[in-house]
């Protein structure tokens, strides 16, 4: 007899998203291979790729029957594109982390394939990233409780490069020490006291 306590449960469209990330993912990386990621932009190159990637998500929005006031900035070498809502608007439904990763690799691609250059760009909508960076800082809280109570590390789930900048950033704040670990997909950050 199954014991069926003990039988996951797996939702179909979890399976669909996860399959869509990962395909998102390996047409970004394989986009992106043979461009140089080290040079750091101009600032007009900069502008261009804000530019670019306004009229990209603009037109995702219309697409979506959605409105939203889109926002272009660049600073430390990157792109910065936010979206907020408009008068009635209803972004929210965008605004989940995993559809604002995957919506800001897919602008990323829109402008490569315009600029022919590797994009650093960041795409924020409705504050996403102000939240996803709240829930960073919870984490970090919690790992480091752990820390103190006598752990010798503590890892954090699997998290994007710019989430794991964030998190390094956080954990130097607080005055311990993270290094990013694995590859790809299961690439995370381990905590641990500084030395």
Do not use: W
């Amino acid at each position: 007899m199954t014991d069926v306590q003990n039988t996951p449960i797996v939702d179909d469209s979890a399976l669909d998203l996860e399959a869509s990330e990962q395909g998102i993912a390996a047409t970004f990386e394989a986009a992106v291979e043979g461009t140089d990621r080290t040079a750091t932009p101009s600032q007009a190159q900069l502008e261009q790729e804000g530019d670019i990637a306004a009229d990209y998500i603009e037109e995702f929005l219309d697409i979506c029957d959605l409105d939203g006031d889109i926002d272009i900035d660049a600073r430390n070498g990157r792109a910065y594109l936010s979206v907020n809502a408009g008068a009635g608007a209803n972004i929210s439904v965008l605004s989940k982390p995993e559809t604002v990763n995957a919506l800001q690799e897919l602008t990323r691609l829109a402008v490569q394939s315009k600029t022919g250059g590797f994009s650093r760009l960041i795409l924020d909508i409705g504050g996403s990233r102000d939240a996803r960076e709240a829930e960073l800082t919870a984490l970090v809280t919690r790992a480091i409780e752990r820390i103190e109570g006598g752990a010798a590390s503590a890892a954090l789930p699997a998290m994007s490069s710019y989430e794991r900048k964030l998190v390094h950033d956080i954990v130097g704040e607080r005055g311990y020490t993270s290094e990013s670990n694995g590859e790809g997909r299961d690439r995370h950050t381990v905590i641990s006291r500084r030395a």
